[in-house]
């Protein structure tokens, strides 16, 4: 089974600097890749999905961009953050085919912006 | 056009009583419906998932969802809660064929002692 790491889990950091947080999954080749942001402990939304190297969807135009490197990590960074990115990110990788197709979620990294 | 509502933000209920959360949809042709559960801090867990076949679903911890086509819902069910099932649940939504999945807006689930 598929398991996803996310780093670091928890991040402070000032307005205006820069970020980078990582997703790397094992137990599973060539996923979807997906990053979601919670905002106050409640709805998801997509940022970005990949569905390979080099691949990045984006579905909400914003301050944050992503990356996927190597086949198996993805990357969501920022040049400058502002306080509306504060949130819970979440990592997620779709698994199976068809009829198993299932969204696996790491445990997160709650980024707080000041 | 795919959205996913969860008309409720807050469901209570006492231990040992049946539980219900709502889930309506809207999705073009057949769905793929799942649930998650959230607790304090952590990622989603996947519950459960709707492709196809049998319209009730049992799925972790004892929680069950049925399919209605009629009424485009897919509520999630257990029989008798228990304190440690208060968690934030979240339904979701994918038309076969697309990349993504759609969720609903949560519901808070207490479990009062």
């Known amino acids: 089974s598929q398991t996803i790491h996310q780093w670091p889990a928890t991040l402070v950091q000032p307005v205006g600097s820069p970020l980078s947080l990582e997703c790397t999954v094992e137990g599973t080749s060539n996923p979807n890749l997906y990053w979601y942001r919670q905002a106050a402990g409640r709805g998801l939304q997509l940022l970005f999905y990949s569905v390979g190297i080099g691949q990045i969807s984006s579905e909400v135009p914003q301050n944050l961009s992503a990356s996927r490197p190597q086949d198996r990590q993805f990357i969501l960074s920022s040049k400058k953050l502002l306080l509306s990115d504060s949130g819970f990110y979440l990592c997620?990788?779709?698994?199976?085919?068809?009829?198993?197709?299932?969204?696996?979620f790491g445990p997160g990294t709650r980024l707080t912006v000041l | 056009a795919q959205s996913v509502a969860q008309p409720e933000d807050q469901v209570n209920v006492a231990e040992g009583n049946p539980l219900t959360v709502k889930c309506t949809y809207s999705v073009s042709g057949n769905p793929y419906l799942f649930w998650y559960v959230q607790y304090p801090n952590r990622g989603l867990q996947f519950l459960l998932k709707y492709i196809t076949g049998d319209n009730l679903v049992k799925g972790s911890y004892g929680f069950e969802a049925e399919f209605n086509k009629s009424q485009t819902s897919f509520h999630l069910k257990k029989p008798s809660a228990l304190v440690s099932d208060s968690a934030l649940y979240f339904c979701?939504?994918?038309?076969?064929?697309?990349?993504?999945?759609?969720f609903g807006t949560g519901t808070r689930l207490t479990v009062i002692p």
């Open positions: 997620a990788t779709r698994v199976g085919g068809p009829s198993t197709d299932t969204q696996y």
């Open positions: 979701a939504v994918r038309a076969r064929g697309a990349n993504n999945l759609f």
